[in-house]
């Protein structure tokens, strides 16, 4: 298998919503694809922009120098992949389903045991954004599978190695996600708040959107406390968060719209 940009042979197992813009962004790249889905009438839209559709998932595997799944969970990939693993042996599998840490050592340690080299990922972006400018994509594993790949992943976003950790990006993409999971319930319980002053959600939406993606720059500060907490000193006192929180979650009671999460910050604060 080549180092060069050259075209290369690639196979899609899984033609969902992203799948799809996975195959779309490889045909883009001048890739030679093979697809292959449960329903294969979803294979009709690619067919007619070059692709080649597999009658078997295994058949599919075994077309492709780089062998990319994006299915429903790892019981799923786990469906594909042991019965093929002849078929994958020698080749560069990237699994870029949705899996917890542990399934992606776990998938790591049978492709070991198989021959296969292993690059687990985790894609932050919808499917619409697959290909653009505002897309990512983590990737953790074998990092001369990575590098000898990477001019092809690179079409479907950014490419952000993280380790040779198989877990490693299924870590950090539930990790961004956790905090993006966190931001939006924050979001529901100010719009709910605000609603009992006679205020509206749709105009909090305007004042919050701005304020936090400033916040969002002190990522960076905050995460020495984090990494090095014994030689930490942060910006604000453990006290005063807890005393910001304590108000937050007392305007919430009074406003008759009590939340859980706001109790769940104030367990967090260090030092309380």
């Keep these: 298998m080549s180092n060069s940009t050259a075209v290369q042979r690639v196979s899609v ?5 992203m799948g799809a813009a996975l195959a779309k962004a490889l045909l883009a790249g001048g890739h030679e694809v093979t697809v292959w889905n449960r329903t294969a009438a979803r294979a ?16 599919a595997m075994a077309a492709g120098d780089l062998v990319i799944l994006c299915v429903l969970d790892d019981a799923a990939v786990r469906e594909h992949v042991e019965p093929a ?3 994958l042996r020698g080749r560069v599998l990237v699994n870029l389903t949705t899996t ?5 050592r776990s998938l790591g340690r049978w492709a070991e045991a198989n021959g296969v080299e292993l690059i687990d990922g985790g894609i932050m972006a919808v499917p619409s954004m697959i290909g653009g400018p505002a897309a990512f994509l983590l990737y953790s594993g074998i990092t001369a599978a990575f590098d000898r790949f990477r001019h092809v992943l690179d079409l479907f976003g950014r490419a952000e190695w993280v380790g040779t950790d198989y877990g490693a990006a299924a870590m950090y993409d539930l990790a961004i996600l956790g905090g993006m999971y966190s931001m939006f319930a924050g979001f529901q319980q100010g719009g709910k708040m605000v609603r009992t002053t006679g205020g509206s959600a749709a105009h909090l939406a305007t004042l919050m959107g701005p304020f936090l993606q400033a916040m969002a720059g002190m990522f960076a500060q905050y ?10 000193v942060p910006e604000q006192s453990a006290e005063f968060t807890a005393g910001a929180l304590t108000t937050i979650n007392t305007a919430a009671d009074e406003a008759g719209t009590p939340s859980e999460l706001l109790q769940v910050l104030l367990k967090t604060v260090p030092g309380i």
């Design 223 to 232: 995460a020495p406390g984090i990494d090095d907490p014994a030689s930490y």
């Design 100 to 104: 917890t840490p542990e399934q992606g």
């Design 85 to 87: 693993a002849e078929q």
């Design 44 to 59: 009709e839209p690619l067919v007619a922009e070059g692709a080649t559709v597999a009658s078997t998932s295994a058949e």
């Design 13 to 17: 197992i899984g033609l969902g919503a």
